[in-house]
C-alpha cells in the first residue's frame, strides 16, 4: 500500500522516497501516553509501519517505570476523578436525609478499599490501551527510548540489555513529571504521583501550590475528613483563570472547611514524631502527617538524548515544534506536555491525530488551540472555554459585554445545604463574555455542580462562533442549571475595551 508522507515539508508518495534508504519503522514513537497512542494509532491507520516504546507499569513513575496509557490514565485525570468522586459521597451522605433517606449517624469510609478498586481499574485501562496498539498492528516494545540519530532510536529494555531501531520519522511524546519545591527537607514531600497511591489516609494534609493540582486535592482530601491547610504564593487559586470564578473557588474551599493561606510560601520542612513540621515564608508552623507539592510539571526531557541530535529545547527543556508539531530536526517531531503547550490530555490527542494527518495521511493540518475547554474537578468543579473577563477586555478592540448568574442549585433548596453551617454560602455562578460589536460569545464560565458536562457543550457553540443572540433563542431545558446559559439576557456589566476588569466580588 503507497502510503503519502510528509518528506522535508512536502507531502510525497512514500514509495518512491522509500528507495532512498530503507527503515525499520515509518514511524517510531517515544512514549505511549494520550498523544503517544493516539498518534501511532491513526499513523497505523493511514497505513504507516509503527513501532512505541514504553517504560515497565507503575502507579508511580520515576525514570525507570511508567507504563502505557501515561500519566492521564494511570497517575493523573482518571484515577484522580475516581477520588473525586469518592470524596463527594460525603456531601452526599448529608443531602440525603433531607431527602427522605433515613441513614445511621455513623458512615465509615474505607480508603484501602478505594484505592485498591483505584489500582484496579488502571491496570484494567493499561490492558485496553495496549490491546488497541495491538489490534491497530503497533509494535510494542518496553523500555527506555532515547535518541541516537536523526533517524534512530535505542531501547533499554528491563534487563538492561540494549536495542537500536531505525524510522523515517521519530515521534517524541514522553509528557511531564511533578517537579518539588527547592526547600531544605523536600524529600520528606509528595507528588500528586504518591497522593493517589498513599498506603494510609492522612489525618493533617499541607498542601503547596494554587493550580488545578492543589485545588482538586484539596476537594479530595477534605471531603475525606482529612484536615487540609493550602498555601499559595497569590492572592487567590488557579492562577490565569477568570479572577470571578477564581474567588468563587476559593470561597467553596473554605466553606468545605478547607484552610487558605494565600500570599504564603513553605520554607522549611522536617521530621519529628508528631510528623512533619511545616515552617511558611511569614515563620509560622504546622504540624502535618503528609505534605504535597503541587508546584508544576517540568517536560520529561532530561533522558531522552536530544543535545546529540541538535533538538532544540527552550528554557524549561520542552521541546521546540512548529505549527505542525515538528522539531528542529526534521525528522522528531513531538506532542504533548514535552512541547509545554496546552498541557491537557484532550489537547494531546489532537495533536498526536494532527500529526498523523500531516505525516501520513496526506492532510498537512496545524492544532487548533481556540476554545479549547477545560475543567478543574473541585468538590463543585469549575469549567471554562474561550476567554475570561481579562483577557477579553485586554485583546477585544470593542467594549466588552458581561452576562452573569449566580444561584443556588435547585438540590441544595431541598438537601439543607444552604443552611448548613459550612457550605451555606455555596452557589452556582455562570458567565457570557460577549463582543459588543459582533455579537459573538468570547468565553464562557461556570463553577457548580456538573459545570464540566455542560461545558462541552457549550464549547461547541463557541467554536462554531456562536453569538450571545443565538445564545438566547436556544430553548433551555427545564428544570435545569444548564439553561441558565440561554436566559441570561439582562446586562451585569459594560466594560470598555483596554480598561481594568471589574468584578461583584
Known amino acids: 500500500m503507497a502510503r503519502k508522507m510528509l518528506i522535508d515539508g512536502e507531502i510525497s508518495n512514500s514509495t518512491s522516497a522509500e528507495g532512498e534508504q530503507n527503515y525499520d519503522f515509518d514511524l517510531f514513537v517515544i512514549g505511549a501516553g494520550s498523544g503517544g497512542v493516539r498518534a501511532a494509532r491513526t499513523s497505523a491507520g493511514f497505513g504507516a509501519k509503527v513501532a512505541i516504546c514504553e517504560l515497565p507499569f ?35 451522605f448529608e443531602d440525603a ?40 498492528g503497533v509494535t510494542m516494545l518496553e523500555g527506555e527510548g532515547k535518541l541516537v540519530g536523526a533517524h534512530a532510536v535505542e531501547v533499554k529494555q528491563p534487563d538492561g540489555s540494549k536495542q537500536q531501531y531505525s524510522a523515517r520519522h521519530i515521534l517524541i511524546a514522553t509528557g511531564s513529571r511533578a517537579q518539588r519545591a527547592n526547600i531544605p527537607g523536600k524529600e520528606l514531600a509528595i507528588t500528586s504521583d504518591e497522593a493517589l497511591s498513599l498506603d494510609e489516609l492522612p489525618k493533617r494534609a499541607v498542601i503547596l501550590g494554587g493550580g488545578y493540582i492543589a485545588v482538586e486535592f484539596a ?17 487567590l487559586p488557579l492562577r490565569g483563570f477568570d479572577d470571578e470564578m477564581r474567588a468563587v473557588v476559593a470561597r467553596n474551599l473554605e466553606g468545605r472547611g478547607i484552610k487558605l493561606h494565600p500570599g504564603t510560601n513553605l520554607s522549611e520542612l522536617s521530621k519529628t514524631e508528631d510528623g512533619i513540621r511545616v515552617v511558611t515564608d ?26 546529540a541530535v541538535a533538538v532544540e529545547v527552550d528554557k524549561t527543556r520542552a521541546i521546540k515544534v512548529d505549527e505542525y508539531s515538528r522539531s528542529s530536526v526534521p525528522s522528531i517531531w513531538a506532542v504533548g506536555d514535552v512541547t509545554n503547550r496546552i498541557n491537557l490530555t484532550p489537547v494531546a490527542l489532537m495533536e498526536g491525530t494532527c500529526f498523523a494527518k500531516t505525516v501520513f495521511g496526506g492532510q498537512p493540518t496545524k492544532p487548533d488551540y481556540n476554545f479549547v475547554p477545560c475543567a478543574v474537578f473541585s468538590i463543585p468543579p469549575l469549567s471554562v472555554v474561550g476567554l475570561s473577563e481579562q483577557q477579553a477586555i485586554e485583546q477585544a478592540k470593542s467594549d466588552v459585554l458581561v452576562y ?31 463582543d459588543s460589536e459582533t455579537d459573538k460569545v468570547l468565553g464562557a464560565s461556570m463553577c457548580g455542580p456538573d ?44 466594560v470598555a475595551a483596554g480598561s481594568k476588569a471589574k468584578t461583584n466580588l
Open 404 to 434: 452573569a448568574s449566580t444561584f443556588n442549585p435547585m438540590k441544595n433548596t431541598i438537601s439543607g445545604l444552604v443552611f448548613h453551617v459550612l457550605r451555606r454560602q455555596e452557589k452556582t455562578i455562570m458567565k457570557l463574555v460577549v
Open 282 to 307: 511569614h515563620g509560622d508552623e504546622i504540624m502535618a502527617d503528609v505534605v504535597l507539592f503541587a508546584t508544576g510539571r517540568s517536560p520529561n526531557t532530561k533522558r531522552l538524548n536530544l543535545e
Open 58 to 92: 507503575n502507579p508511580i513513575s520515576s525514570e525507570v517505570v511508567g507504563g502505557v496509557g501515561g500519566t492521564c490514565v494511570i497517575r493523573g485525570c482518571v484515577p484522580k476523578k475516581i477520588l473525586v468522586y469518592g470524596a463527594s459521597f460525603r456531601g452526599e
Open 97 to 136: 436525609r433531607n431527602f427522605g433517606w433515613e441513614l445511621s449517624e455513623q458512615i465509615d469510609f474505607n480508603w484501602k478499599k478505594l484505592l485498591h478498586n483505584k489500582t484496579q481499574e488502571i491496570i484494567r485501562l493499561n490492558g485496553v490501551y495496549k490491546r488497541l496498539l495491538t489490534n491497530a
Open 451 to 494: 459545570a464540566a458536562e455542560i461545558m462541552q457543550g457549550i464549547a461547541i457553540a463557541l467554536k462554531c462562533g456562536a453569538t450571545k443572540a443565538q445564545f438566547d433563542s436556544t430553548v433551555g431545558i427545564h428544570p435545569s442549571a444548564a439553561e441558565e446559559f440561554v436566559t441570561m439576557r439582562s446586562l451585569t456589566r459594560r
Open 219 to 235: 476537594s479530595i482530601w477534605r471531603g475525606m475528613g482529612v484536615t487540609v491547610d493550602l498555601f499559595y504564593r497569590k492572592e
